[in-house]
Structure formats: structure tokens, C-alpha cells
């Protein structure tokens, strides 16, 4: 069946420097969402890329949609201690089904 | 394969009618959890169980009852159900709640597609 596969599952970086996250389809998607879980609280929502090819920014935070609608990826610049947690990928594909990523933890290391 | 299962993976339901979604997980985890997506929309948070005992009900209508008997089953009970409440519910479970930790990592099923007539 359809599978989402999000590496790394874990991510050790010092503190300041950068971190990425990736996302890859077996099937071609129709949207793909980001979100990212805090230690102590729940999934919450970063963002959704829906064109081939986007790109979008959100501060430090580069989302990439691949050409293919296969690939995504999440980029963050100069990591800081709060951006630890746990960020994953939902990709949806043409029958509105639903396939999470099973996250990448980061660890922020001081 | 997450672990996490869920039947039916389709419904269609009128809004007359009585119909429960079934989750059941095979992590051995503590926490479970309902979430809502409306289309093309973000997970909305509904219900946080935790040993079986509710821990979060997110203002869902008395509508949706959910109904946890142990920690590897949660089902949600739907009554005179709205068009508006057609979504993708989706379930999930966790070592833990969440806490300070990566316990709380959330795994998540494949979902339960309702319309409602």
C-alpha cells in the first residue's frame, strides 16, 4: 500500500546549526502538511504545500514540495532550543487519503 | 504498518442514524486520541484519553461520544449527526500523554472517511 517514508527518525544538532527533515511518497500526493509536536503537547499544524514545486517560509523554517509531488522536505536555519520536538509530514493523496510520516525527533543539543 | 488501526475506513450515514468508529492499537501505549480533518484542513484535537480516563475533551459536541473500555481500544459513538460533520477522523495512541519527553510521540491510524447525508 501507499507509504510515506520521513527520515531522519531522530536528529542530534548543536545549537545554531541546521537541521532537515524529509518526506517521500511512493505515490504521487495531492497536498502534503506539516506539523510539528512539542515534548508536552499535541501535533500542531505548520503548514500545507499543495503545487508542485512550492517552496515556502516561515521565518527560519523552509518547506519544499517536490516537482514530482513525491518529495517534501522541511529545512530549519540556525536551530534553536525551541525547536525541539517532533515534526511530521502528512501527505494526502488523490482519494483524499491521509498518510503520516512517523516524525523526526530533534534533539537540540547546548 | 503503525500499529494503529481503524474501522470502518469508509462511512456514509445519515443524520438520523447511530454508527461508532472503532480504533485499536497494538503498541502497548498508554494514551489514545480523536482527531478531526475537515477537507484540505488541519488535525483539530477532539478527545485525549489516558488509562482509559478522559483527560481532554476539546468542545466536541454531545453529538460525538467517545468510549475508551481499555488502553488498546477507543471508539467513537456518532448520533444525529450534521452534513458539517463529515471529515476524515482520524485516531492516534502514545507511550504516554504528553509530558517532557518523546513518550508522547503520536502514532496514527489510517482513519475512518464519513459523510453524513
Known amino acids: 500500500g501507499q507509504q510515506v517514508m520521513q527520515i531522519p527518525q531522530y536528529q542530534h544538532v548543536q545549537e545554531g546549526e541546521d537541521f532537515t527533515t524529509y518526506c517521500n511518497s511512493s505515490?504521487?500526493?495531492?497536498?502534503i502538511q506539516w506539523y510539528k509536536q512539542r515534548p508536552g503537547g499535541h501535533p500542531v499544524f505548520l503548514i500545507q504545500?499543495?503545487?508542485?514545486?512550492e517552496v515556502k517560509k516561515q521565518k527560519r523554517l523552509t518547506f519544499q514540495f517536490g516537482e514530482a509531488k513525491k518529495n517534501s522536505s522541511l529545512h530549519i536555519t540556525a536551530t534553536q532550543t525551541t525547536d525541539v520536538g517532533t515534526y511530521f509530514c502528512a501527505g494526502m493523496n488523490r482519494d483524499d487519503k491521509i498518510i503520516f510520516g512517523k516524525g523526526t525527533r530533534l534533539h537540540i543539543l547546548p | 504498518e503503525t500499529g494503529v488501526t481503524q474501522t470502518p475506513r469508509h462511512l456514509v450515514m445519515g443524520m438520523t442514524n447511530k454508527k461508532s468508529l472503532k480504533c485499536e492499537q497494538h503498541l502497548g501505549h498508554n494514551a489514545m486520541y480523536w482527531y478531526k480533518q475537515s477537507a484540505k484542513k488541519p488535525l483539530e484535537l477532539m478527545f485525549v484519553y489516558n488509562f482509559k480516563e478522559q483527560t481532554e475533551n476539546n468542545s466536541v459536541p454531545s453529538r460525538f461520544s467517545p468510549e475508551c473500555p481499555n488502553s488498546s481500544h477507543l471508539f467513537l459513538h456518532l448520533h444525529t449527526l450534521q452534513p458539517e460533520d463529515s471529515a476524515l477522523y482520524l485516531c492516534a495512541s502514545s507511550q504516554d500523554i504528553p509530558g517532557l519527553d518523546f513518550t508522547d510521540t503520536q502514532y496514527f491510524g489510517p482513519g475512518t472517511r464519513l459523510t453524513v447525508l
Open positions: 504545500l499543495v503545487k508542485s514545486g
Open positions: 505515490t504521487t500526493l495531492s497536498n
